[in-house]
């Protein structure tokens, strides 16, 4: 601990002490605590204790207090866990302190007990104590443990959950030492410690309060999940008859916590071991389908398991789309369509029984299919065929188009009909299958039932959004007719459909529904702007013209997506009308400049400077015809605007113009041989002529000292970049030759100050060279890679803060009277 | 009590309801679907239209769709629950003999009457040069083509009313305000409850002082103009009768709006005109307000919208003063003092123009493209007429329906073929059956009564299950033409006590709460109203002849015996016969009760639920004794 630190403790002590000086910030307590974390694991705490006995003595004064505060209280049983985690400081503090501390006579028994901040503190203190085994004897000599086991059902839920996680700390702790070594060991020669929780999981496990059986089983979870000793295994040895005990219940109780801790049992123990799997293959069977869902997903995603109970596992996944499918089948369907998953009863009494079981049943069912289908292990064969159907009928269901003739199927039509929720479930989960192939005939019941949801009203703007993304999803997976770069026919028919549906939610009311479909009318663009096929679907229709005059919507989102939708057109020349292509586009850029320099909101100028630097990047037409202007134009909005992020993007926009003037920035391939980075002088003495037009100078010199560090970094690194291109040809140059260069220097000394009113004038290139010399790049590169608050983040600092806070409440307490 | 059901259309109602004593009509919509087998009635001589094949102009009429089954003029009220089901007020205050009170809110009758007047007009600015009345014979009817020959009860069919008829009817509504309780003969009290559909609609509670039946008609829970419905008040009904829920249970009216909205931005963008046929009164102005909040953001600014109607400047400045019947939004807005509709801002930026007709300034304005609201919604008569005629060769239009009464399919029909575009944004906000669902929980009435097509799924989707009313009991439906005898009995009636009678008595506690006391009263009913006076004392008998014969009227008022009250515990009464020195008592079980032997006194005490016997030889002194034994266990007051 450095000496200043030292200097303050004591009276630091002294505030903590002392009731009438309450703290006011709860964070402090916390960096408190984290500084002297810190401060122990780099050195001995038994040291620091001797060095600094304000310490002890603030944990005894607490100890006497009877009116101090609970967090105070909190605070001191986690230091003094933090101070005895080290063995040796142990014993020092073990004589008085700690059983005053953590035993029966300290806060355990007293009314401070009654605040959960306190009984938090008390675990949390124990946790850390507990790193040795002095400590275990410890824990048994002052009866924690059984302390432990009641605030296991704590009302507070952190405290019931901290006491858990610790009981499985202490668990490991008594076991580790032992069990090191020895493969069987048997239950008996369990030291007391371990022997006494593990009973009382057991009576937990046998007793019929459901609390009492979800505590030790999230107990367990918490121990296979986080302990890698062999012992875990004795432990599910001598623990499983009593879990697979639970199963035999009618109802499962505590079947969430059941099922995560057979997924933790069944992630640790190796895959020989047949009674686990033949448990799992239990609860599968005996679980409601409900409850069996995430169950049947966890053993999905194992890596070894046995196949017969990922078959199981995944009939019960498919279950609920299988009864779906049945139901609503007008004739008896081919046999096998899911096979091993034929809808069972209870399935089917599931889904009738409330519309909230049905719903929550699809859509967990829906959800974990969905999750399943990219993973490498999913289930082979996968199918694809089947499960298509399945979610073109939910989705028929919930829009009330389907005339199921079937009693189920009449009665899960009245339930389904309307459900946004399973709507949005089903139209992510028909994205997902996007992936795989199907039968030609599926695949056009997709596409209508995805045309048949964009088109009705009664979609609401949330189920549109995944409409818009499930329809860009399959689009885009259709395939191309072989030989032919073009877009099938199925796709062309279902584009003449599409855009006037498109057309219509253009102009919609609601402006989410603009919103996304300008998303979408984007990415579709991004994708085939060069296919003839699309391209002449699109031109024939009002798309292009709607996108443009949504550049003036009201809502400043609506107008980001327009900015970014017609940047997108313009790059495939898909924005010009056919009569006068030239005026069109100049206008467009024109707007988008407008936009930039006058809109009130910050997303659509954003999305502009992002437009501009795409079109600078690709070589967009307009701005090649006199890039140079448009560079000026652009960087001269974007110095004055508010918002940083379009500064910072203004700053990748001269980056793209740097790099076309002078070559790539440093390869990026660390393998790459080093090429010689800097450029020919003739290239570079023009280059920099040109960047001195468009005074992208005084630009990146006012962005370096902007108030905005991300702004002030991506400046620094592109004068760097500069500087380095630039190094070889200003060598006799010296920074005092040029007359501005003072004047300058003394321009951008203010700036850095903060007074950025003053222009920083013409710049001649030879010029720019010097000051990039004389400015210190490297040393501002490194300023700025610290964060904003490192000077603030120092402990001197905290205790002075601390120190200072508790000053400036007693002066206030003085201004009362 | 019974149910007279005259209209079999759900969401224009018509019935009667016997209560008590009196006859109360519960609305009187007018089915127009009729005219829809007519041709239309254009303003300008259509040379297409009067060349069609084989039809020839025909009177746009208007029908009642009533049957025999009642005689109306013995209906002592009719109560209205809003301004579309007021429309056949004419046809039955004007030619049944109907003497009774019309009872309705003032925003439904002046609304009522500009729809009306608005009616009237359009038939009667198009004067006919004759009228055919023969067809109507069912023989000639029988060869005319289909839909015609298939019309049922043609002969029922009425021409229009005219001006003066509705001025007469109207003239016989008494207005009422929400929640405003009305005696009906004494017997019954009827009150508007606020129904949230429209401005002044209402449901109706009727009630005696034992039984409650409430009536729901067109009823909102969406938060459009109108003040929100009052449910609470319907609570504890003995019947409810629904009726009046929407005519698009699949279509929600917010999507619908939106639908309309982009349907019509996207129209005019691209240079054509929009065609509404309205009402000239309710979604209207949500309509317009909707577009106020829409057409800035969607660059629409430029673009007019005309609002032609006979009554369309009635229409709009009525709904800015009817303040207390609006929402609590538009209510605080009078007090700003700010217009409580936006149109007024609209029609004050010249955005929005309003015009009796097409004819005059209307011409002289007219820029196209355009947003024009017109009536009449079956297309059949009114300026929409025009439009259709105009504007129906161009696919750069549209025709966007939003008024769900007629199939806009069939609307269309004389128009075809048609190039412009049709759009379907029916907007009906009354309660779809999740909401009634809702509301019957809520209110929980002991019965329900609706209109058959409640029962089931709509015949196009008849899978649709969630699509009709799902109650316990079920509900008991009606059709056209049908008296339904609702399912309760009436138990008990109000009976007032006199104060000084009051006084007078004396209760006797005989169970924890329940106290009893005799009362001699006379009983006095006048007006449906029964008080119980004090009887007029006894004649004195000193009096002379005249007083003498007075008293004669007047019941005997001896002095009577106490009333008793209580059971007898066998047992303990033999025990007390045996300590009073009976003795060889025995008892024999009867189904009534028991019969108690004594032996050797020859004596036999009967006694059952209500009445006790002694029978014994002559021998009143036993038969004294013995039945103050009996009176010992019973009570008397």
């Known amino acids: 601990m450095d000496p200043e630190c030292s200097r303050l403790l004591p009276a630091l002590c002294a505030v903590l002490a002392d009731p009438r ?185 046998c007793s019929t309060a459901i609390p009492q059986v979800t505590q030790a089983l999230s107990v367990l979870t918490t121990a296979f999940g986080h302990c890698h000793g062999l012992w875990t295994q004795g432990l599910w040895v001598r623990l499983s008859p009593l879990v697979a005990r639970l199963l035999e219940k009618d109802p499962v109780p505590a079947s969430h916590s059941l099922v995560d801790l057979l997924l933790s ?49 995944f009939g019960i996944l498919l279950q609920p789309l299988a009864c779906v499918l049945e139901a609503a089948a007008q004739a008896p369907g081919p046999p096998g369509l899911l096979e091993g998953a034929a809808g069972d009863s209870m399935t089917v009494d599931t889904l009738l029984s409330s519309k909230s079981a049905c719903v929550g049943l699809l859509c967990c069912a829906l959800a974990h299919l969905g999750l399943l289908q990219p993973l490498p292990q999913r289930p082979s064969p996968w199918p694809q065929a089947p499960l298509l159907g399945a979610a073109v009928t939910i989705l028929r269901l919930c829009s009330g188009s389907a005339a199921p003739t079937s009693d189920v199927g009449g009665r899960l039509c009245a339930i389904l009909v309307g459900c946004g929720r399973v709507q949005r479930a089903a139209l992510d989960f028909l994205g997902a299958l996007s992936q795989g192939t199907g039968p030609q005939e599926l695949v056009t019941q997709v596409f209508s039932v995805l045309l048949e949801y964009l088109v009705s009203p009664e979609s609401s703007s949330m189920v549109l959004k995944k409409a818009f993304q499930a329809t860009l999803r399959w689009l885009l997976s259709s395939p191309k007719t072989p030989g032919c770069c073009d877009l099938d026919p199925h796709t062309q028919l279902f584009l003449t459909e599409l855009l006037p549906v498109l057309q219509k939610r253009l102009c919609s009311p609601c402006w989410e529904v603009r919103d996304s479909g300008l998303e979408f009318l984007t990415q579709m663009t991004r994708h085939w702007g060069g296919q003839a096929g699309f391209r002449q679907a699109l031109l024939a229709s009002e798309v292009p013209e709607l996108t443009k005059q949504l550049l003036r919507d009201p809502e400043s989102y609506v107008r980001a997506s327009a900015v970014t939708a017609t940047g997108q057109l313009s790059s495939w020349g898909l924005c010009a009308s056919p009569e006068c292509p030239g005026a069109q586009q100049e206008s467009l850029l024109v707007e988008l400049l407008h936009i930039l320099s006058t809109d009130s909101e910050g997303f659509p100028r954003r999305a502009v400077m992002q437009v501009f630097t795409e079109w600078l990047r690709d070589g967009h037409a ?51 041989e080093a090429l010689p980075e800097t450029a020919p002088p003739g290239v570079l003495a023009q280059a920099l002529q040109v960047l001195c037009r468009v ?87 490194d300023t700025l890679a610290e964060s904003s608050d490192h000077v603030e983040k120092s402990p001197q600092s905290l205790l002075q803060d601390m120190l200072a806070a508790v000053g400036v409440l007693g002066e206030n307490e003085a201004d009362c009277y | 009590m019974k149910l007279y059901c005259l209209s079999g259309h759900p969401t224009l109602p018509c019935n009667v309801l016997k209560f008590k004593s009196t006859t109360i009509m519960l609305d009187c919509g007018l089915d127009m679907t009729s005219t829809l087998n007519f041709l239309p009635l254009p303003l300008v001589q259509s040379p297409r239209l009067s060349n069609l094949p084989g039809w020839s102009l025909k009177d746009g009429n208007a029908f009642l769709d009533k049957t025999e089954l009642i005689d ?102 008494q207005l009422v305000g929400y929640s405003q309780k009305i005696e009906l003969f004494g017997a019954v009290q009827v009150t508007p409850l606020s129904s949230g559909y429209a401005l002044g609609s209402s449901n109706w509670s009727i009630q005696s002082h034992y039984e409650k039946v409430s009536y729901v008609s067109g009823s909102s829970l969406l938060t459009t103009h109108p003040q929100p419905m009052d449910q609470a008040s319907l609570k504890n009904s003995d019947v409810l009768i629904l009726t ?45 307000e909707c577009l106020y909040q829409y057409i800035d953001s969607a660059g629409l600014s430029s673009i007019p919208f005309y609002f032609i109607s006979p009554v369309a400047n009635s229409s709009l400045e009525f709904s800015q003063i009817f303040a207390e019947w609006l929402c609590h939004n538009k209510q605080t807005k009078v007090y700003l003092p700010e217009p409580p509709f936006p149109h007024a801002e609209l029609i004050q930026t010249n955005k929005l123009k309003h015009y009796p007709s097409i004819h005059g300034d209307f011409s002289n304005d007219f820029r196209q493209p355009c947003v024009v609201f017109t009536g009449h919604p079956s297309l059949r008569f009114g300026d929409v007429v025009h439009f259709m005629e105009l504007w129906g060769k161009s696919s750069l239009n549209t025709v966007i329906f939003t008024e769900p009464d007629f ?180 008892v024999e079980d009867t189904a009534k009760g028991h019969i108690v032997l004594l032996q050797e006194a020859e004596t036999l005490i009967q006694i059952e639920e209500d009445s006790t016997h002694i029978i014994c030889d002559n021998d009143e002194m036993l038969r004294v004794r013995l039945r103050d034994l009996v009176l010992k266990f019973l009570q008397k007051f």
């Open chain 2, 244 to 288: 009046g829920l929407t005519q698009i249970p699949t279509a929600n009216p917010d999507s619908m709006v939106g639908e309309f909205c982009s349907n019509l931005s996207l129209t005019v963008r691209n240079g054509g005109n929009v065609l509404v046929p309205c009402y000239p009164s309710g979604v209207i102005y949500d309509l317009l």
């Open chain 1, 622 to 672: 307009d701005v090649a015809e006199d890039a140079e202007r448009f560079v000026a134009g652009v960087l001269q909005a974007a110095s004055r605007d508010l918002d940083w992020e379009v500064r910072a993007q203004g700053l990748e926009l001269a980056l793209v113009f740097l790099e076309q003037l002078l070559g790539q920035r440093g390869s990026h391939c660390p393998y790459a």
């Open chain 2, 407 to 586: 199939s806009y399919l069939e609307a269309l029909a004389p128009y075809q073929p048609l190039a412009m575009k049709c759009i379907y944004c029916p907007i009906d906000t009354r309660l779809n059956f999740i909401q009634v669902s809702k509301l019957l929980k809520e209110v929980q009435p002991l019965h329900v009564v609706c209109p058959e097509q409640y029962t089931q799924p709509p015949p196009a989707q008849s899978h649709r299950i969630d699509l009709m009313i799902d109650c316990q009991p079920p509900a008991m439906s009606y059709r056209r033409a049908e008296v339904l005898a609702l399912p309760f009995k009436r138990r008990y009636e109000k009976i007032e006590i006199m104060p000084e009678l009051a006084d007078s008595l004396v209760p006797m506690e005989i169970k924890p709460g329940v106290s009893l006391a005799t009362v001699s009263a006379v009983l006095h009913t006048k007006d449906n109203k029964h008080i119980l006076q004090p009887p007029p004392r006894p004649a004195q008998p000193t009096g002379g002849k005249k007083r003498k014969r007075a008293s004669d009227d007047i019941p005997d008022c001896k002095v009577l015996k106490p009333l008793l009250s209580g059971s007898i515990p066998v047992e303990q009464f033999v025990q007390t016969l045996e300590k009073h020195g009976f003795s060889d008592i025995k």
């Open chain 1, 695 to 781: 005074q992208l100078f005084e630009f990146a010199f006012r962005a370096l000292f902007d108030c905005d560090r991300p702004v002030a970094q991506k400046s620094c690194d592109l004068l760097l970049f500069l500087r380095a291109k630039a190094a070889p040809c200003g060598g006799p140059q010296e920074a005092g030759d040029s007359p501005n260069v003072a004047s300058v220097e003394a321009t951008l000394q203010r700036w850095q100050a903060g007074e950025q009113g003053q222009p920083l004038g013409y710049l001649e290139p030879g010029a720019v060279v010097a000051l990039l010399r004389s400015v210190d790049l490297e040393g501002l590169r």
């Open chain 2, 72 to 173: 109306l003029s013995t209906v002592d009220v009719i109560l209205i629950s809003n301004y579309h089901c007021m429309m056949a007020l004419p046809y039955i205050t004007e030619h049944t003999g109907f003497t009774g009170t019309v009872y309705a809110t003032e925003p439904s009758v002046q609304i009522g009457r500009l729809l009306m007047e608005e009616l009237v007009n359009f038939i009667e600015r198009v004067p006919k040069a004759q009228s055919a009345s023969l067809w109507k014979n069912k023989d000639i009817q029988r060869l005319l083509p289909s839909p015609l020959k298939d019309a049922v009860e043609v002969s029922t069919w009425r021409r229009c009313y005219t001006m003066q008829e509705v001025n007469s009817a109207l003239s016989k509504i």
């Open chain 1, 265 to 313: 049992v069944a992630r640790s123990a190796p895959s020989s071991d047949r009674g686990l799997w033949e448990t799992l293959a239990q609860t599968l069977s005996h679980l409601s389908p409900t409850q069996a869902g995430p169950l049947a997903l966890g053993i999905l995603k194992l890596q070894d398991c046995p196949q017969v109970l990922r078959t199981q596992a």
């Open chain 1, 21 to 205: 000086q309450p703290v006011a910030d709860d964070t402090c307590l916390e960096k408190l605590l984290d500084w002297f974390t810190a401060v122990t694991e780099a050195g001995s705490s038994l040291l620091l204790l001797q060095e600094n006995p304000c310490l002890v003595e603030l944990l005894f004064h607490v100890l006497k207090s009877q009116d101090l505060s609970s967090r105070i209280l909190s605070f001191s049983l986690r230091l003094a866990g933090i101070f005895a985690a080290q063995e040796n400081c142990f014993q020092y503090l073990q004589g008085e302190l700690l059983p005053m501390l953590f035993g029966e006579v300290g806060p355990l028994g007293g009314a401070a007990w009654t605040a959960p901040a306190v009984r938090s503190g008390w675990i949390q203190g124990l946790r850390t104590l507990a790193q040795h085994p002095s400590a275990l004897h410890f824990l048994a000599a002052c009866g924690a443990v059984d302390t432990i086991f009641s605030l296991q059902g704590d009302p507070s839920l952190f405290v019931a959950s901290a006491a858990g996680q610790l009981l499985v700390h202490i668990l490991d702790l008594a076991m580790r030492g032992p069990a090191e070594g020895r493969r069987s060991l048997q239950a008996c020669d369990w030291p007391a410690c371990a022997q006494k929780i593990v009973g009382h999981i057991e009576d937990s496990l």
